[in-house]
């Protein structure tokens, strides 16, 4: 019998200074998009961001304008509200038809990154997307074929530049359990990650979609649901598909209607060996009290992923001494944003917390498990 | 008057706001072999590599994972041999107006404890120190969600050790009036001063004014 209660991962709460960052990758702060005007080399970059002044939290919407360089605006120079930022755009356009038609006539949902080479097809309803003849095709070894293309997940992968995208895309693969060997479970993550950042700030959306809590989640977890089924779809989304923007338009609309006042985040992740090492966020935020309260996040001291990498034997001895996932010895409630973590009551204590953990964190935590590990996999084999 | 320093929204949100755009969310190139190595006073302490490309990147004061602080900054807290120790910090990847800045790390030596436990928000838990024994010690209650900020009371005549301090069984780093008033004449940027006491019993941040 062994158990887990003295397993916490010393040091890391008792020091949120040094446990600030490892905890809390800001995925709360600008979303933003870029839409590059023709001929002029400017880039403009139309933000929206819940900015972090008092508990209530209050909308405004900001905007920067760049040009090549990292060039922002003085934040005292930045417009509080749309309105104004729109006026900011028109100076650069010309004129407010021309930043209308740029922003949001070419219903462009967000920059995927394109997929080179690879035609999408187009029409049809957006929930039986024709792919080419017979649908996308499952091939061997993971890859998908997408119209007359054929993408392997190392290809999917590959595409990905930008470091902090990368990063995004392997965090929710982790939390999700994806195959990262698995074109479309590739695709369905960076489409989580797409959703997560540029469905709240387009103007279909934003008035439904937070930049980030619950129901940012719901919605970037339904798009990522919906792309493992139908790859492809965020893509031709991005492109202005008419049907791809009709599932995700009812995609958001689902979760936002499956929503209260305040819905909680609704993550289920299913251990192949016990139902009690499963995690549902839900339960998890239940048993903290914090269902409804988008300010706090359901924070795993020993996390699901760390559990679910451990060899089986050990899992099966875990479940048999009784602990759970979700119990609550092992759940910490965490500020969920920038504001939430500096005012009170948490008054930079806590770390912040938002998404699934850092890397760094889960590694410290299966670190602090492996004397345990150790210990189990001497045990006899459970009959 | 005793204070905490901490991190303003706006510091934070102009940090974080740049690491987004990097790997792990740092502008600190090496973050995680500092992070190994950060206990360590020794040669083997890995030199954050910082790099912050906006040449409009200002703050006096960030934190991430280290205490950050600007040249001006440390001018400004004058503090005495002891008291802190700064290392070195490379900023060849960051624009010349952030070299500029001398930025360097922070390390906190002294800690006390100005807690009145009596009329503090605690309770005395048992736990197992590093070596094995069984230990029992006051631990502040942590904040919850729903609920009020644990009071904090500081000890009648409590006589802190030094202008900067860390504050035993909390993640605060405790500061002098004097400190504050030092670095706030200075107009020094990313941090306030804090009424911890204050800002639990009012539940707004209650902060020294600049």
Redesign the interface.
Known sequence: MIGLA?IRPVGEH?????T???LS??FN??RSFSSRTAGFGIRLSLGAERH??GDSGRTCYLIEHEREI?M?L??AAMPADLSDALSVIDGLTGSRTDTTSMLFEGRMLGNLGTVPGTRFVQAGTASSVPWGSGGPATLPRGAIRLGSNILTASDLLNQLHD??E??RVADVMQRFGLDRGNAANVLAARAYVWAQNYIPVNYRYWSKVPYSGPVNERVAAGVMRYERAHPGTAGLASRGDAAAIAAIDRIVDEAVAAAPAQIPLVVERTSAVSPTLSASSTRARTL???MG?Q??QAHHLVPFAVVAGLPVPVQQAIAASGWKMDSVGNL??LPAN??T??????????PFHNGSQ?V?YDNDVRNALGPLVARATALPPRL | MLW?I?????G??RY??L????????LIRN??EV?ET?TSSGPDRVTPVLQI??S?FSLDFF???D?FVSRRLVDAMALPDGVVSFHPVDTARCASPVQARGYVTMTIHMESDPLDTKHSDGRMVEM?DADGFSVTRWEKQ?????????RVVWRNGYAPPADIFRISG????GATDDLATRVIAARATGLNF?D?AA??V????VVKGR
């Open positions: 003295v008792e020091n949120p200074h040094q600030f960052t490892a990758p800001p702060f600008k972090p002044v990292d922002s003085p934040k470091a902090a990368r990063s903290l009290s914090i309260n300010r706090w910490i409630a920038m504001a973590y500096v005012l009170p009551p948490n008054l930079t204590e806590l850092g760094s | 905490t901490q991190q303003s929204l706006d934070l949100e974080f706001k690491a987004e755009r990097e790997a792990n969310f740092s973050k995680d992070r950060r490309r906006d409009s934190e991430d994972g205490i197992t942590s904040p919850q969600p729903n609920s009020p900020a644990p909390t993640g605060w780093t804090v911890v800002s639990a009012t539940g707004e941040l």
